[in-house]
């Protein structure tokens, strides 16, 4: 146990010099506005991990939980002097004397929390995640007496709805309608905050995993009938995981918000739920290492994919296609031999495999034919990549590359003897107590004959 906090003490260390240095280098922009959205979308990816994962419900609104965050955190931190013009043109009456976080803290007596953006920001955040929290209370009570596709038909529309309410005349008063809110301060949505975010939630719900609400959450997820004939209260356990996942993802919304500057009802739409489910089904439902994994795939492809919207000749699309068929053939098949499965390769393998031979020779014999050299442009590609790897996770490796796994030292340093807790102690004492178990008094025996 203390080498295993000691590896996580110094591999978080090193994490924090190697963003220090990367802070420090010139011409890092690029890599740390990456590593600061794996960060944001992360942490909105391990919260839907809870539910759709661990509790083995099909969520569909999570997009409507971040932008109530986005909002609340927009509103809270929205300078003086963006804040002025924005109230006397939309806000009311009652919100230009109550909805200003800088004069809650100082009625209040926390000016020292009031004068630093930094410590604001925190208040703002948890404010942002309380009120995604009670809204996921609202949404979970009702909506989980459902089951399936019904229930994910009807967070679906919860969702939509969020989502569009800001444009409502009635709400557009706080929210700017369609325009939505910009001047948010950038210092907040940096990648330390994100960072530091990021280990706070991995920290909290890798606790809440091996704990006993972590093993009810997974029960109610095996079997319904029986986590309930052992006790678990469904309706409880349901409400609390919906809840507990809303509230981080009301924080993902904030710090997204902050990152971005600026918040609208397109910010968060459907794709932003679409691109979390695709995370945490390619690393691993039920896997926080997994929807980890899987989120940094996503943030990558959609940052440093803009290489396959580019205008190419034909043929460099024929030859993507043959690569892809052939990729999918090939790890279809060692799947296959590693679970030691037979045959090896199925018919539908043999198709994905023909039709990547078929795409490879037509790219060779007709290379140079001018309907293979013409220019082409494929707009959206990142996102078609991305749905044909579910489909192809689905469909070759449906418990996504760590299935429901967790990262452990042990996969590095191989298993070791630990210490055995005061409970295993007793266990075996009872067990080789020849009062208390018969058997142990027995082999007794037979060891003193022999």
Same mark, same amino acid.
Request: glycine share 10%; hydrophobic share 50%; no cysteine.
């Given at each position: 146990?203390?080498?295993n906090t000691?590896?996580?003490?110094?591999?978080?260390?090193?994490?924090?010099?190697?963003?220090?240095?990367?802070?420090q280098?010139?011409?890092?922009?690029?890599?740390?506005?990456?590593?600061?959205?794996?960060?944001?979308?992360?942490?909105?990816?391990?919260?839907?991990?809870?539910?759709?994962g661990?509790l083995?419900i099909?969520?569909?609104?999570?997009?409507?939980?971040?932008?109530i965050?986005?909002? %609340?955190?927009?509103l809270?931190m929205?300078?003086?002097k963006?804040?002025?013009?924005?109230r006397?043109r939309l806000?009311?009456?009652?919100?230009? !004397?109550?909805?200003?976080?800088?004069?809650?803290l100082?009625g209040?007596?926390l000016?020292?929390?009031?004068n630093?953006?930094?410590?604001?920001?925190?208040?703002?955040?948890?404010l942002?995640?309380?009120?995604?929290?009670?809204?996921?209370?609202?949404?979970?009570a009702?909506s989980?007496?459902?089951?399936?596709?019904?229930?994910?038909?009807?967070t679906?529309?919860?969702?939509?709805?969020?989502r569009?309410?800001?444009n409502?005349?009635?709400?557009?008063?706080?929210?700017n309608?369609?325009?939505?809110?910009?001047?948010?301060?950038?210092?907040?949505?940096?990648?330390?905050?994100?960072?530091? @975010?990021?280990?706070?939630?991995?920290?909290?719900?890798?606790?809440l995993?091996?704990s006993s609400?972590?093993?009810a959450f997974?029960?109610i997820?095996?079997?319904?009938i029986a986590?309930?004939?052992?006790?678990? !209260?469904l309706?409880?356990?349901?409400?609390?995981?919906?809840?507990?996942?809303?509230?981080?993802?009301?924080?993902?919304?904030?710090?997204?918000?902050?990152y971005?500057q600026?918040?609208?009802?397109?910010? &968060?739409?459907?794709f932003?739920?679409? &691109?979390?489910?695709?995370?945490?089904?390619?690393?691993?439902?039920?896997?926080?290492?997994g929807?980890?994994?899987?989120?940094?795939?996503? %943030?990558?492809v959609?940052i440093?994919?803009?290489?396959?919207?580019?205008p190419?000749?034909?043929?460099?699309?024929?030859l993507?296609?043959?690569?892809?068929?052939?990729?999918?053939?090939a790890?279809?098949?060692?799947?296959?031999?590693?679970?030691?499965?037979?045959p090896?390769?199925?018919?539908?393998?043999?198709?994905?495999?023909?039709?990547?031979v078929?795409?490879?020779?037509?790219?060779v014999?007709?290379?140079?034919?001018?309907?293979m050299?013409?220019?082409?442009?494929?707009?959206?590609?990142?996102?078609?990549?991305?749905?044909?790897?579910?489909?192809?996770?689905?469909?070759?490796?449906r418990?996504?590359?760590?299935?429901?796994?967790?990262?452990?030292?042990?996969?590095?340093?191989?298993?070791?003897?630990?210490?055995?807790?005061?409970?295993?102690?007793?266990q075996d004492?009872?067990?080789? !107590?020849p009062?208390? !178990?018969?058997?142990?008094a027995?082999?007794?025996?037979?060891?003193?004959? @022999?």
């Amino acid at each position: 146990m203390m080498r295993n906090t000691l590896l996580t003490l110094a591999t978080v260390g090193l994490a924090i010099l190697g963003l220090y240095l990367l802070t420090q280098a010139e011409g890092s922009s690029g890599l740390l506005s990456a590593l600061t959205l794996i960060f944001i979308w992360g942490i909105a990816a391990v919260s839907l991990n809870l539910i759709n994962g661990q509790l083995g419900i099909l969520s569909l609104g999570h997009h409507g939980f971040m932008l109530i965050g986005g909002y %609340v955190t927009a509103l809270l931190m929205l300078p003086e002097k963006e804040r002025a013009p924005f109230r006397t043109r939309l806000l009311s009456d009652w919100a230009r !004397n109550h909805l200003d976080l800088d004069k809650w803290l100082r009625g209040a007596g926390l000016d020292f929390i009031a004068n630093s953006i930094d410590l604001k920001f925190v208040v703002a955040l948890f404010l942002a995640g309380l009120a995604a929290a009670v809204v996921g209370v609202i949404v979970g009570a009702p909506s989980l007496r459902l089951k399936g596709d019904y229930l994910a038909i009807v967070t679906f529309g919860f969702g939509e709805i969020i989502r569009l309410l800001p444009n409502a005349p009635e709400v557009a008063a706080l929210t700017n309608g369609p325009l939505g809110i910009k001047g948010i301060p950038g210092d907040a949505g940096t990648v330390w905050w994100t960072f530091f @975010a990021f280990l706070f939630v991995l920290w909290f719900l890798t606790r809440l995993k091996f704990s006993s609400y972590g093993r009810a959450f997974e029960g109610i997820r095996e079997d319904e009938i029986a986590a309930e004939a052992m006790g678990v !209260n469904l309706a409880y356990h349901k409400v609390l995981a919906f809840t507990i996942s809303a509230f981080f993802a009301g924080v993902a919304g904030g710090l997204y918000a902050s990152y971005l500057q600026s918040v609208d009802t397109q910010t &968060f739409n459907f794709f932003v739920t679409f &691109f979390l489910l695709v995370a945490i089904s390619l690393g691993g439902l039920g896997s926080i290492t997994g929807a980890v994994l899987g989120t940094a795939i996503v %943030v990558l492809v959609r940052i440093y994919g803009g290489f396959l919207e580019k205008p190419y000749p034909a043929y460099v699309g024929y030859l993507g296609g043959a690569v892809v068929m052939l990729s999918a053939f090939a790890f279809s098949a060692y799947i296959r031999k590693a679970r030691r499965l037979r045959p090896v390769v199925e018919t539908k393998h043999l198709i994905f495999g023909a039709l990547g031979v078929a795409l490879l020779l037509v790219t060779v014999l007709f290379r140079n034919e001018p309907w293979m050299t013409q220019t082409v442009q494929f707009f959206g590609l990142r996102k078609i990549l991305l749905a044909v790897i579910l489909i192809l996770i689905m469909i070759y490796r449906r418990e996504g590359i760590m299935g429901r796994a967790e990262f452990s030292w042990k996969l590095i340093f191989g298993p070791r003897e630990d210490i055995p807790t005061e409970e295993q102690r007793k266990q075996d004492a009872w067990l080789s !107590n020849p009062d208390l !178990n018969p058997d142990a008094a027995k082999k007794e025996d037979d060891d003193a004959s @022999a």
